[in-house]
């Protein structure tokens, strides 16, 4: 089946929704915000055209199948990661450096979350660590 293009007015018309990121003839980019929204909306039971149309959303202009893998991916990334499976991190993943200086307070931030994180793994090493050992105790006694 062919994928529904959008006209230009439809393009305009989308674009004047806040929960569009970006859009085109081609394909929508919905906002964080709005993944958000759809999920909690979701798990009240509320079905996938309501939350669209309730959101501002012309599901005729759309598509239903788009409304609908939306909703799938969506829950997907959800059930996965969490919320944080619901942000667009194409932004972040172009495979290309960065080009500008990081301040300061950007760097300090980065290397305290790189502290926290090898904090956690040793805490988790450890525990695999004495888990490990107990079970070769356990093991050993045993014989």
């Not at 893998?69 to 667009?88: E, F, I, M, P, Q």
């Not at 290397?111 to 079970?135: G, P, S, V």
Request: overall charge positive; aromatic content about 10%.
């Amino acid at each position: 089946m062919p994928k529904k293009h959008f006209t230009s007015k439809e393009v305009k018309s989308l674009s004047n929704n806040p929960y569009v990121k970006s859009v085109s003839s081609k394909g929508i980019t919905y906002t964080d915000e709005f993944k958000r929204i759809f999920v909690v909306e979701d798990e009240k039971g509320k079905l996938p055209r309501q939350i669209f149309e309730e959101n501002g959303f012309d599901v005729e202009v759309l598509g239903i199948v788009r409304v609908h893998r939306a909703a799938s991916r969506w829950r997907a990334a959800y059930n996965k990661s969490g919320v944080l499976g619901l942000r667009d991190t194409r932004k972040d993943n172009s495979g290309r450096p960065t080009k500008r200086e990081f301040s300061l307070e950007e760097k300090n931030s980065k290397l305290e979350a790189q502290t926290l994180l090898l904090r956690a793994e040793n805490e988790l090493l450890k525990k695999l660590d004495m888990i490990c050992f107990f079970y070769h105790v356990k093991i050993f006694v045993s014989m």
